[in-house]
């Protein structure tokens, strides 16, 4: 061996022929005594112990210490944001609130903390890389998330996000964790199917062209009353309507539909405005020759029966003074008579003056003005 002297002695690398455990190691060496090992080692324990190992009071300590530490196990810690739901073999209890709280010590009794107030997304149709809101893979692996039928049959690739959390009622956590097994997967399903069903109500105008924010609030409706009927435990706060679009494989024709439909409504627009414009006008000038017709038949009418009303109180005043009424009567025609006419009066009696008076001329004749005096005769004076 490499370890023998030259001396011949064999005492190997211990030295003096002992083995590794203080024996001599002549005829190939002997294992060590285990049982004797283990009884100094019990004597040296009980060294320690006050009073001995083997008496009650030791047992009692070691005892009251082991059931003070499983003891200690059943303090546990609430965070501000979650709730402690503690279980008793497994079975609900009750809830605890922030802080530092105490249960039985497992297996008695253990405790979930859920996030209460923790805000969670779902995002459905699209995924966002590394944090950020920026779409990946757009068609390949998630087309069957996006795409929908609407409900005049045209196709609609949409995508939307859901933000939900546990419910704000008492035993909404309960539910939460044992009613549902797969919280995250069953507001994802949920709200895919709520979405489905109000696209496929609506025609595809409505998604692409009008108020988002209306669609999202209908969904979010729906999939609260899916979840309450499951017994979820689960809150939608928000659904966001991100994109609307036609597929990409249609869009150029999607956008020329849509360019015709444009001019298709502007020209009706136009027919309409046309429209607006000559039907008033043309209603306005009818109900004019109405008014103008019904004033000259009034006015007809009146004059009429005006008349046959002059005739007959002349009439009856002609019955009653013959003479008088008779002489009124000439008078008053003669003066229609020559109301108009040229009149000149003629005196045939006058003999050194012109014999005749033309009045209409001496009316239309300007009068003579005062003749004024020259200027030099007041300087005369």
Do not use: C
């Not at 609260?224 to 990409?248: F, M, N, R």
């Amino acid at each position: 061996m490499p370890w023998n002297t030259q001396g011949g002695g064999g005492g190997g690398p211990w030295g003096g022929g002992q083995g590794p455990w203080g024996r001599g190691s002549g005829g190939g060496g002997t294992p060590p005594d285990l049982e004797e090992l283990l009884r100094k080692s019990q004597e040296r324990f009980r060294q320690v112990m006050p009073g001995g190992f083997g008496g009650g009071r030791g047992i009692a300590l070691v005892a009251l210490v082991a059931v003070a530490l499983w003891g200690a196990t059943g303090f546990y810690k609430v965070n501000p944001d979650e709730v402690g739901v503690v279980l008793r073999f497994g079975r609900f209890v009750g809830l605890t609130q922030p802080g530092l709280n105490y249960h039985l010590p497992s297996p008695i009794e253990s405790v979930i903390t859920p996030a209460v107030t923790r805000i969670n997304r779902v995002e459905l149709g699209y995924r966002s890389a590394g944090g950020e809101n920026r779409r990946v893979s757009s068609a390949g692996d998630i087309a069957e998330e996006s795409l929908m039928l609407t409900g005049d049959e045209n196709i609609i690739d949409v995508n939307f996000s859901v933000f939900w959390k546990i419910g704000d009622q008492l035993n909404d956590p309960e539910k939460y964790l044992f009613n549902i097994r797969d919280p995250e997967g069953t507001v994802k399903v949920v709200a895919e199917s709520a979405i489905r069903e109000i696209i496929g109500q609506l025609p595809i105008r409505a998604p692409l062209f009008e108020n988002r924010q209306s669609i999202g609030d209908r969904t979010k409706v729906r999939m609260q009353e899916l979840l309450d009927s499951y017994g979820a435990g689960i809150k939608v706060t928000q659904v966001q309507l991100l994109k609307a679009d036609p597929p990409h494989e249609v869009i150029d024709a999607f956008n020329d539909v849509q360019r015709a439909k444009a001019d298709q409504e502007r020209l009706r627009n136009e027919a309409e405005a046309y429209r607006n414009d000559i039907i008033p006008r043309a209603r306005g000038d009818s109900e004019r020759i109405n008014q103008d017709a019904q004033a000259y038949r009034e006015q007809v009418v009146d004059l009429a029966q005006g008349e046959a009303k002059r005739f007959t109180s002349v009439y009856l005043a002609y019955k009653n003074a013959p003479d008088v009424t008779a002489r009124r009567l000439y008078i008053d025609a003669v003066e229609d008579v020559l109301k108009g006419a040229t009149k000149i009066v003629v005196d045939p009696q006058a003999k050194s003056v012109v014999p005749y008076l033309p009045l209409p001329e001496l009316g239309k004749s300007k009068p003579l003005a005062a003749p004024t005096p020259p200027a030099n005769q007041g300087a005369s004076r």
